[in-house]
């Protein structure tokens, strides 16, 4: 490991050319990210379905290019870049990194993995932990979640290392939704499945290109239906099910079925 008058002796003397040539790829490198955020976004939303998508995903990439490229123009003008000097550096640096910014680092290193791997981009609805949202923004070093209550959460890309990421579409515009049905059991299984097929294909928010289908199963309370449809478009998710389940309940009332007197426990947190 490289002592104090090693690493002394490693950096060059900067003069005002050094210093201004650094300050014009530092503010370069700002100005091209603060760019391409706008820019893209502009152009992804005015493009349809997938397609949108697959444009946000660039945001990351390239502003990870333009930091990397800023690093690699910045260092032969602080250091000497040979294979002894860059030893010695990259030694201290993990030294540093490895104590005192162990986490930070850890949330780095994460969000690389996150935006090589595609574990989450822009537009897409993930479950992270108690965090359920749509992705705005990746950034190196955390993933900027909005709920549907419009709170903005930021998340540490670290997360990846040992908990699990829900993906509702995974880059698809469209995702699925599910309307929960609790009756009693005492009813025409038959007709209350037509019936609630009835109430997904006429929704003005169905994706009819996707399938419907119901799910039935028996409990120790009743019977509980899960209505299953795709909309239009993810941002539709919460309008979608709600629509389903109001007109859906209607429908039911109208076909005389009765809904179970007390509360349905769902059976893994019974």
Request: with cysteine; aromatic share 10%.
């Amino acid at each position: 490991m490289p002592n104090e008058n090693q690493i002394g002796n490693i950096f060059k003397s900067l003069d005002s050319a050094a210093l201004l040539e650094l300050a014009i790829i530092v503010v370069t490198a700002i100005l091209l990210i603060v760019a391409v955020q706008r820019i893209v976004p502009w152009v992804a939303n005015r493009l349809p379905g997938r397609n949108r998508l697959y444009v946000l995903s660039i945001v990351p990439f390239f502003r990870l290019l333009v930091i990397l490229a800023a690093i690699f123009m910045a260092i032969p003008l602080l250091i000497e870049p040979s294979l002894q000097n860059m030893v010695a550096i990259l030694g201290s640096l993990g030294l540093v990194l490895g104590f005192a910014l162990k986490d930070y680092a850890s949330s780095l290193i994460a969000g690389i993995v996150a935006t090589g791997e595609f574990n989450y981009r822009n537009g897409d609805w993930v479950q992270l932990e108690d965090v359920y949202g749509e992705v705005r923004h990746i950034g190196l070093r955390t993933v900027e979640i909005v709920t549907p209550d419009d709170n903005r959460v930021l998340i540490p890309h670290s997360f990846l290392w040992n908990k699990p990421v829900i993906n509702a579409n995974n880059g698809d515009s469209r995702l699925q939704c599910i309307a929960d049905f609790y009756l009693n059991p005492h009813h025409n299984a038959q007709q209350v499945q037509k019936v609630l097929e009835n109430v997904a294909l006429t929704s003005p928010y169905l994706y009819f290109d996707s399938p419907v289908v119901v799910i039935v199963k028996e409990e120790p309370w009743g019977t509980h239906y899960r209505l299953k449809a795709y909309p239009v478009n993810s941002g539709q998710q919460f309008l979608f099910i709600t629509d389903m389940t109001v007109r859906g309940k209607a429908a039911l009332l109208d076909l005389g079925v009765e809904f179970p007197a007390t509360c349905a426990i769902p059976s893994n947190k019974a």
